[in-house]
């Protein structure tokens, strides 16, 4: 699945893609990484992977086969309304539903963002 988007890609973007995505795991934000510990093992019935190349975008968490992307948006994301909406689109057409979560959220308050996520897969109250 995630090779078909790649497909349609020049080589070298995908290329870059790829690299960059290696890099985003191997150096993750902190809220980032809290997220990803907590979501690992199939801890809430899906297997995530962490900075997913779908397409031209870099997923910090999706889970494939609930076609669900979480992100989580730290300072960078400020200003980039716009282009963060933009992005969502393009997962959305690529059968991806789209969760957002903020940073601090993550941070402050880690069972709440696991509990949005569960919703999202249909597994919350």
């Known amino acids: 699945m995630q090779r078909r988007h790649q497909s349609k890609l020049n080589p070298k973007v995908a290329a870059v893609l790829a690299e960059r995505a290696w890099c985003m795991r191997r150096f993750p934000t902190a809220s980032e990484a809290v997220l990803a510990r907590a979501v690992a093992g199939e801890r809430l019935g899906v297997a995530f992977k962490r900075q997913v190349v779908l ?5 910090d968490l999706a889970a494939p086969a609930a076609k669900l992307v979480v992100e989580v948006d730290g300072a960078v994301h400020r200003g980039r309304e716009a282009a963060d909406a933009r992005r969502d689109r393009l997962l959305g057409r690529m059968g991806y539903r789209v969760l957002r979560l903020p940073a601090k959220l993550v941070l402050e308050r880690l069972h709440e963002a696991l509990e949005r996520i569960r919703q999202a897969l249909g597994q919350g109250d």
């Open 55 to 59: 397409g031209r975008c870099i997923a």
